[in-house]
């Protein structure tokens, strides 16, 4: 069982900056792959960014490299998406999701993940 959390969502101009929090509970959170993935009406739920328990292995959506940063606090069981140069396109409900699988590279398929929360609303004006 893991229950997750996301805080930190709001409204920001285009080229601003959010930094998205994900605190999690659970007995094993520090062996499980963390990700990031948003959700936009009327589009499918994708994949951001994702990190593997020890921080060994991240990937980013091509579409945020460069400007989004996944990272972990697993003694404080957070996980952290800083989030810069805004854009209106990175407009949506963005969750935090663990995987129990231990694999040791972050997966990318949101059917991969066994533990969502319930999400924060990211809103990027132009």
């Known amino acids: 069982q893991v229950q997750l959390v996301e805080s930190g969502g709001g409204l920001v101009q285009a080229g601003g900056s959010l930094r998205l929090s994900c605190a999690a509970s659970?007995?094993?959170?520090?062996?499980?792959?963390m990700g990031w993935f948003r959700q936009a009406p009327g589009k499918e739920r994708e994949f951001v960014a994702g990190?593997?328990?020890?921080?060994?292995?991240?990937d980013y959506a091509d579409s945020v490299k460069g400007r989004f940063t996944i990272s972990r606090d697993n003694p404080k069981n957070m996980m952290y998406l800083q989030m810069n140069s805004l854009k209106p396109e990175d407009t949506a409900v963005y969750y935090c999701?663990?995987?129990?699988?231990?694999?040791?590279?972050?997966?990318?398929?949101?059917?991969?993940?066994?533990?969502w929360g319930r999400g924060t609303q990211v809103t990027v004006s132009s």
């Open positions: 999701a663990a995987d129990k699988d231990g694999r040791a590279t972050t997966p990318t398929n949101k059917y991969e993940y066994d533990y």
């Open positions: 659970g007995r094993t959170f520090n062996t499980y792959a």
């Open positions: 990190i593997t328990w020890g921080g060994r292995s991240i």
